[in-house]
């Protein structure tokens, strides 16, 4: 099966519902683009998405495409957002999208399981410079973004998590 996508804006509860679905057996893969800024925040001249937008995508791209390899060897696998995040972002902030992303997009199941921020639940940090009002706007340029590409989108409904894992692993099971 080709690797699953869970998007959504920042801190919609991703990478939670992630570790929940790891907990019921399914191969999932980190968020690479906060995996980078972590690693990236420890250098002097690090290369960060706020200062280097382009430079960062490149970084991201190489890594998500080495993630997606390892994903398609398993028979599922779950991504915490993908090359169409990236997509989104750059033409987001106006830069255009070389034919390498494009194509990079491709390859992942069709159906994406989104997760919409929470107010109650979003906390703001040194990875997650953004305020709640701008989270809700990258949600809605990642939503356009992978509908553009093609993709159809589940919206995971806000309930606990076991919840959500549980309504992902169902839609997973059924198209089967």
């Given amino acids: 099966m080709d690797p699953i996508i869970i998007s959504g804006g920042p801190g919609a509860g991703k990478t939670t519902l992630l570790h929940a679905l790891a907990e019921r057996g399914f191969t999932t893969f980190n968020e690479v683009?906060?995996?980078?800024?972590?690693?990236?925040?420890?250098?002097?001249?690090?290369?960060?998405?706020?200062?280097?937008?382009?430079?960062?995508?490149?970084?991201?791209?190489?890594?998500?495409?080495?993630?997606?390899?390892?994903?398609?060897?398993?028979?599922?696998?779950?991504?915490?957002?993908?090359?169409?995040?990236?997509?989104?972002?750059?033409?987001?902030?106006g830069h255009p999208l070389s034919q390498r992303y494009l194509e990079g997009s491709r390859g992942y199941h069709s159906q994406v399981f989104f997760c919409q921020p929470n107010e109650f639940t979003y906390v703001q940090d040194e990875v997650r410079?953004?305020?709640?009002?701008?989270?809700?706007?990258?949600?809605?340029?990642?939503?356009?973004?992978?509908?553009?590409?093609?993709?159809?989108?589940?919206?995971?409904?806000?309930?606990?998590?076991?919840?959500?894992?549980?309504?992902v692993a169902r839609h997973i099971m059924l198209g089967k």
Avoid: T
Wanted: aromatic share 12%.
């Fill in 129 to 167: 410079p953004y305020p709640f009002a701008e989270a809700l706007e990258l949600h809605q340029q990642l939503l356009a973004s992978y509908q553009s590409l093609g993709y159809h989108i589940i919206e995971v409904p806000w309930a606990s998590v076991s919840e959500r894992a549980e309504f």
């Fill in 33 to 93: 683009p906060r995996d980078l800024i972590e690693q990236q925040s420890q250098f002097e001249n690090g290369i960060l998405p706020w200062d280097n937008l382009p430079a960062f995508a490149e970084l991201c791209l190489e890594e998500m495409q080495q993630q997606k390899q390892q994903a398609m060897c398993e028979k599922v696998a779950f991504l915490d957002r993908a090359i169409p995040d990236i997509c989104a972002y750059l033409s987001g902030a």
